[in-house]
């Protein structure tokens, strides 16, 4: 029997519903009439062959060949069960248990014996679980030891990918902490590495995604150059290639691992494509995931992902408010988007979905907003700026180093847009007190630098503040993932006529 018969055949009328409308959706035509043709057959399965020519008229060698291609491919369909209903085969442990109360033992085998199978495929470790103990006390109320004691070495086995599985979670949430402090030694980060390391190559495939992205995601959170390095863009993209192609197995509810990969992927490239490219490339990722059920219940991290992107893409290309004819001459098309995407910040920052303990989120997101507020008029950047001073104030007892420079840069750029280089000279050094002990993002740690430095030039004409000035763009200059930043400041310093080589 084919995989794909197994699953229809385990499925209970809800999740087989679920699963049927989503091909119906998505005009999934051929698959739609592969599961309904399996769902009609119920246990008296048809042989490929037979099915073949249910399906396709025909059962000739053409068509056998496109019919095990319309297997496979339906197979792995059901990845939109294993991330939105990862417990989906769970209910026949309950089956298998009622027909053997009604004494009918063949029916409660039938079901146990595909129900092994697929719950090892995709790795439903808690399905998996049980119906080896189905098994293992079968084999011990029959006497048959030997099988007994082969089940129950499987269970271990599944117990320690399910101990893996979990140390890995722990791990993360314990050293990845997003309100944690990120400055660590290099052997500390390396000892992190290591950790991940050890399952990279593990035969099962839950544990081995899952160690490669809390490697590279590690390398993310650390701000550590190698994280774009190619070699990490390449595994991000083996990573996503091997998700797509095994999305059957199951994760964690509500764990949007596919999603995670992809925003890594798009803050890498943001630093590699050009504009158009990048703008190309980030609609392809985040329009091609169908968001998971789940998000509806909580803040949607995919939407704020994306205006994450959107805004650090806009204020990488159009920061130039320092100039007093910017928004006149900022392009229609431009501005229509900047100002959707500001109208999306405001609808999720007014849901009431702000709960007690979401504050870095809220944090996160005000400062995206703030980002698109001050790439446009000058009384939206004075509503940026106060508002991200209000934060500073209102959640100044809350922990979210790994903001402060992200929101510093937006901070500092808005008063310079405003030419306040009062309050320039007073945000700077708020930012070197509160970042002393931090990590920072280089890019934004020139940013914050090279308009200080203008800003003190514009204002006092010192020759030191050239000097400094002419030290970030060349550290700028030497890296070649900012080089649009280096386009920036250079255009700052030949704006004001900054004397810079």
Known sequence: MLSIQKVILLLDDFHFNEFKNHLKENNAELPFRLISQIRNDEWEQKESDE??????????????????????????????????????????????????????????????????????????????????????????????????????????????????????????????????????????????????????????????????????????????????????????????????????????????????????????????????????????????????????????????????????????????GYKHDYYENLPKEIKQQIEFNKNKCEEILAKPIWDEGLYVRYINLNSIYCGFLILGTKADVKKGVEKLELLLVNFQQIAFQRLYDALFAILITGYFFLEDHESIQECYKRYEKLTSTTSKNLENDFTIKSVYYASQWINTSRKQYVEKFQGVLDKVRENDKLQHLRASIEDIGSYFQIPVK
């Not at 070495?153 to 890995?168: A, P």
């Not at 083996?238 to 998700?243: A, E, G, H, M, Y």
């Not at 994760?251 to 190309?280: A, R, W």
Request: net charge positive.
């Open 51 to 320: 099915l073949c020519k249910a399906v396709y008229g025909s059962k000739d060698e053409k068509s056998k060949k496109k019919f095990f291609q319309l297997v496979h491919y339906t197979f792995r369909l059901t990845s939109y069960l294993s991330r939105n209903y990862p417990s989906y085969l769970t209910h026949n442990i309950s089956a298998i248990e009622r027909f053997i109360n009604k004494g009918e033992l063949d029916k409660a085998n039938r079901v146990a014996e595909i129900l092994l199978d697929i719950a090892h495929k995709i790795e439903d470790f808690t399905t998996l679980n049980a119906v080896l103990k189905y098994y293992a006390q079968q084999a011990q109320i029959t006497e048959n030891k030997n099988s007994s004691i082969k089940y129950h070495q499987q269970i271990n086995d599944v117990l320690k990918s399910e101990h893996i599985i979990n140390q890995i979670y722990l791990y993360m949430r314990e050293n990845l902490n997003f309100k944690g402090k990120s400055v660590l030694s290099d052997a500390q980060m390396q000892e992190h590495l290591k950790f991940y390391d050890l399952y990279r190559n593990s035969k099962t495939l839950s544990i081995q995604f899952l160690s490669r992205f809390a490697y590279c995601q590690t390398l993310n959170y650390l701000n550590d150059a190698h994280f774009f390095h190619d070699d990490i863009l390449d595994e991000l993209n083996k990573l996503t290639d091997d998700l797509e192609k095994n999305g059957f197995v199951v994760f964690s509810f509500s764990d949007d691992i596919q999603l995670n990969v992809d925003y890594l992927k798009l803050k890498h490239l943001i630093y590699k494509l050009n504009k158009d490219e990048l703008q190309k490339e980030a609609s392809a990722l985040i329009k091609k995931r169908e968001p998971l059920r789940f998000w509806k219940n909580y803040v949607n991290t995919p939407e704020i992902i994306y205006l994450s992107i959107q805004a650090s893409y806009y204020l990488t290309h159009y920061n130039q």
